[in-house]
């Protein structure tokens, strides 16, 4: 793993992002922020016989918040929503390649956090 | 079990000291606040020397440090006390604040007029005012557990005093006074049969024994870092998590809000809806640490150790004439031991004993409505820990002996 | 002026030390916390080595020295800030504590339906969230004075804002994000003039210029410990007598009792009303010993030095293309800058910065409605103290180039 | 002055106290108690002409109040109000003849505090 949390891919990433603004019909459609820093994410999926075939993000904040929903849109077009509720940490950081401390760990899972709240329908993803 | 002591007095530098007179130190004076190990100490000296900075919204490498540590003292506390997740250790000033915080959140969300709150005639005045200050703002009724002449709660109240009507039953675990050791289960199998909540004042057994939260039962679990080898300045609230997540929030500020508009705020997750402000830093280090150095001795070794001293301490004690202890014996007690002595004012004793560097406690102990109960004003207290000796024990008899000498007509 | 600096740096452990990428420290996160000098951090050592016991109540010899230490701190902070008696010195957790003990008190006993209280659009959470939370409570009405593009309080809102019906009127000193040094003695006397209480929030001032809370006439006065060299864990609330001795206790339990009964409490001599359990005891003698620390060096001078380095920063920051400085010009702020920077979000900013050894804090500094009436939801703050060097702020300019060119296009 | 809180002079008052009981018709009449260690101390006086003619002491508590207590009633035999008005600490500290730490100082002061709010006529004496 790098320790270098602004390594090229993730600038890529952040400076063009993939799959970001809105979709016409979501079916499910999730927002939340980061108190501490004012990040904020909204996700957006269309679902066809459980499979994820459309999805997108809005929001803004750092860098590694936008650019790590901009790689997890690409990586869950294509797989189930049963897969995806099993997502985890361990899965993100592999995803992103790099090493983060517990204070820009909370940028790196706010997608993540979104993500699962939606999938599982619930009001806020519980910490 | 002497040499392992001898090995553990090393690691309290302020045990090496003697006072005025020139006596060395013998203190006796724990249940008050225990000393600190080394560990401890350097652990905060190192927070201030290489990573010192404001924790959580902090992006540069002093405060991912900080935080990292600060967080990593949080779980060290709840693997401690067996909670079963962090986040239901809510770092407070001490036992005090851990209290407050329950009757200003908890207590006024869920106590009218009509219902009652029970605590017992052995409280600390910690456990005490701040039920009597709600009862006097929300108008339910405090009553409390009597306490039977031998130092223990009187359970043949409790079919009388434990009723519907009582929604919070506040007890202490370990009593500061007579030493008394709760019987926690049947309390707790009592108040979950009429539907009360259970808080338990912790401050006297967390430090000297092994404790579990959960199997304990506690809906709430309140004590204090300096009775336990870590710092002032930092205590803990355990609560159940459903409790915890219902609760409105003590005090406003930073770090407890998610959101702040000037129409209004939302509050945070736990543990942080409860910790407005900067927190605590270097005192949450510490206490991590304290609690490390406690469990590589071993809570069940500590209690052993000081069953031991208090036993001794027991025996040689009442064979001073005009002594009197008060409490139960030495088998229902933890490691400290109340008394009198006819004709000498707790605080003298205290005084004298001081001259042959003893450090034991005079007065109420914050336990005023016990002492009315024993009809003292005051009693003196020897408290153990880890580091005393049996050998400590004959210099306090000792000394005990020359204060009655001092104080013969 | 830089020699000073040089031989004050000496006093700070800290400030030795590199970061993980291996650049030596440049820290200008001092709004967020300060270091701690030597001299703090031995007093704290000291008292766990050498002197440690709980305060007040002990009659033995450990006892009588930390009362003498802890009380011995509590005048020295009320000589810090000009307090006619060290009475009125109340330590709590910090400034947050500081203001949620009057709002539960004072507030509690004072605001009903009608009266209105009034804070700044530029407050910090601390001084907004309480008053919400009481207003909640309680249905007073609670409003706000409005910010200029430049960062002042809009004072011609005062004729509308402040009436017979402002029972409290709540400011800070020094802003945490704009920077601004309010005009306290034209605050002071509009609040006079229709009868308001007054609340400084001085976080952001004592630790940096000379403060006299008689001279402003402040009724309530909040700090931390923690930004002015002293440890976490400690705050002062100081008031005016006559409101303090009026009002009711804040949080209930030992030593802010004059009597206890099972029936009910007499409550204890000021400031003892308001510090129940066992006080911050290593804290308050470490904050004293911060108060001795900054008085050797003189608030005048440590004001001077700041103005100097944020002026020399205002300068070469407002060279950097794209960056935005949030706020007055150098004259009207004290020592911190807070900015933006086109296409670069305030986190990774501070992440790049700390690459090169750099620590400011990114976020909305708990000043949500200030970011919000900038329309930006975060931005970074270089804050900077009596021990930061012009050669520093270069250092910092240097790296935030480095940031625009590792995001530029 | 000594060091020895319990020299002899204060442990002869302690043990027989001067002045101890209660007065027939005392024209003032206070009594305080010290929270921290519940020391209490009632103090009576008989008052012509501005006079003290009679004093008396009542109460419980450690040797250094007590003792205080006992000598400060012989002090003020024969004194004039006004005077007791003015009395301080060190006036204490002189006639105990000891150096006292901060903690048992409020001993000391207690027999004074008691002493001066029934000689100003207040409700308490204030700290
Ligand atoms: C202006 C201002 N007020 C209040 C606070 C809160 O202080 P603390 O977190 O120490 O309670 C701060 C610091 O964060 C501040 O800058
Ligand atoms: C049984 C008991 N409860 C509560 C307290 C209060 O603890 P603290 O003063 O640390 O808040 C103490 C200690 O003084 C105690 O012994």
């Known amino acids: ?127 | 079990m002497q040499d392992r002591t001898e090995l553990i007095r090393q690691d309290f530098p302020i045990l090496q000291r003697t006072v005025a007179s020139g006596a060395p130190l013998v203190y006796l004076d724990n249940a008050a606040s225990s000393q600190k190990p080394v560990a401890v100490i350097q652990a905060m000296d190192d927070y201030y020397r290489r990573y010192n900075a404001n924790v959580h919204r902090g992006v540069h490498t002093l405060s991912e440090e900080a935080t990292a540590a600060f967080e990593g003292a949080r779980e060290k506390v709840a693997r401690f006390i067996h909670a079963p997740h962090s986040r239901q250790v809510i770092f407070t000033r001490g036992t005090t604040e851990s209290i407050n915080l329950v009757a200003h959140t908890w207590g006024r969300a869920n106590l009218r007029p009509g219902d009652e709150v029970l605590i017992t005639e052995m409280e600390h005045h910690a456990n005490i005012v701040p039920w009597q200050i709600l009862r006097d703002q929300l108008g339910f009724t405090l009553r409390y557990v009597p306490v039977t002449d031998q130092g223990l709660l009187d359970l043949d109240t409790l079919d009388e005093l434990l009723t519907e009507r009582t929604k919070l039953f506040c007890f202490v675990h370990a009593s500061n006074v007579v030493g008394t050791i709760n019987p926690v289960d049947e309390l707790v199998a009592r108040a979950r049969a009429v539907g009360a909540r259970v808080l338990i004042d912790g401050a006297q057994s967390v430090p000297h024994m092994a404790v579990d939260v959960q199997a304990l039962d506690a809906d709430f679990f309140a004590f204090s870092s300096h009775k336990l080898c870590g710092p002032t300045g930092i205590g803990v609230l355990y609560g159940k998590r459903d409790l915890l997540e219902a609760m409105p929030p003590f005090m406003g500020g930073g770090d407890m809000i998610r959101e702040v508009t000037m129409a209004g705020s939302k509050w945070n997750s736990l543990p942080y809806k409860f910790e407005a402000g900067t927190p605590a830093i270097a005192e949450g280090i510490g206490l991590g640490a304290a609690v490390d150095y406690l469990q590589s001795v071993g809570m069940d070794w500590v209690r052993a150790h000081e069953q031991e001293i208090t036993r001794y301490a027991y025996d040689r004690m009442s064979e001073v004439e005009g002594l009197r202890i008060l409490g139960p014996g030495p088998e229902q007690r933890g490691g400290l031991i109340a008394f009198t002595l006819e004709g000498v004012h707790p605080h003298d004793i205290a005084a004298l004993l001081d001259r042959s560097g003893v450090a034991v406690r005079a007065g109420h102990h914050c336990a005023a409505p016990l002492h009315a109960r024993y009809g003292i004003p005051a009693s003196a207290r020897a408290s153990f820990y880890l580091y005393n000796t049996t050998a400590e024990v004959d210099v306090l008899v000792e000394a005990l002996h020359k204060t009655q000498e001092v104080f013969a007509l």
């Open chain 1, 1 to 127: 793993m790098s320790d270098d949390l602004y390594r090229e891919a993730i600038l890529d990433h952040y400076k063009h992002p993939r799959q970001k603004g809105h979709l016409a019909a979501p079916d499910i459609q999730f927002h939340d922020h980061n108190p501490f820093c004012g990040d904020e994410i909204t996700i957006e999926l269309k679902v066809e016989n459980g499979i994820v075939v459309d999805a997108a993000f809005d929001g803004h904040g750092c860098a590694i918040s936008q650019a790590t929903a901009s790689m997890l849109m690409e990586e869950i077009l294509g797989k189930p929503l049963e897969e995806l509720k099993a997502l985890d940490k361990e899965y993100i950081l592999e995803m992103l390649g790099i090493q983060i401390g517990p204070v820009r760990l909370k940028c790196a899972l706010l997608p993540l956090k979104v993500l699962k709240a939606g999938v599982w329908g619930l009001e806020e993803w519980p910490e």
